[in-house]
Structures are given as C-alpha cells and as structure tokens.
C-alpha cells in the first residue's frame, strides 16, 4: 500500500487549501481513509475519516464546520478541503487507510493500517 500526500504550503489566517491523498497498491473501496496532523512536540491527532463509499464522515471537534473530507474511488484518491485555517492548524499532515470493517469511528492512530509521508500546512497569523 502507498499513500502520497501533497497540497501543503503555507497561507494566511483565515485562507483555504486543499490536500489531497493518492493511493495504490490497495482495493481502495475497501479502506476507511483519514487524515491525521502532527505539530513539533505534539502527538500524532485525528482530523478527519470518510467511509467506504464517501456517504459518511466525521471530524474532530477542532475542525468541525471547517474542514471537509471526502474521496474519488473511481481515482484512488481522497481530499482534505480546510477553510478558514488558523495557526494552530500549523501541522504536517498525514493521510492513512484504515481497513477493519468495525473501525469505522476510530480516531486512533493505532487503528490504522497504512500511512503516507506527511505535508506540511503552515499557517501565519
């Protein structure tokens, strides 16, 4: 399984990016797939998962009403759309595939399965 992550940059307060996730090497349809962020010093945390067939997601309470996820089965990939980014969204992000059928609500990182280098978003004040 390979995953690739890329869109990072760096934007203003208050600004959008996308980050999007390609995937190979896996039955795609078959994954849950999430994005996790992790600063310097920090944990590894849970942003965002969509399920199987992208009808459902869920976020963490930090990114609600900001941040939407969702996927392309036909493509292989899945995307991360941030608006109104603040600078504590400063973080590497990383995309992952979760492929348990009862993971589904996981925002544990030890759940999941298969991970991509991260991308770096960097927000400035």
């Known amino acids: 399984v390979q995953l690739q992550a890329y869109g990072g940059g760096s934007v203003q307060a208050g600004g959008s990016l996308r980050l999007s996730c390609a995937a190979s090497?896996?039955?795609?349809?078959?994954?849950?797939m999430g994005w996790f962020r992790q600063a310097p010093g920090n944990e590894r945390e849970f942003v965002s998962a969509?399920?199987?067939?992208?009808?459902?997601?869920y976020h963490a309470d930090s990114v609600k009403g900001r941040f939407t996820i969702s996927r392309d089965n036909a493509k292989n990939m899945v995307y991360l759309q941030m608006n109104s980014l603040k600078p504590e969204d400063t973080a590497a992000y990383y995309c992952?595939?979760?492929?348990?059928?009862?993971?589904?609500?996981?925002?544990?990182?030890?759940?999941?399965?298969?991970w991509g280098q991260g991308t770096q978003l960097t927000v400035s004040s």
């Open positions: 090497g896996l039955t795609f349809g078959s994954y849950v």
């Open positions: 969509v399920s199987w067939s992208g009808e459902r997601t």
């Open positions: 992952a595939a979760l492929k348990s059928s009862t993971g589904w609500g996981s925002s544990d990182a030890a759940d999941f399965d298969s």
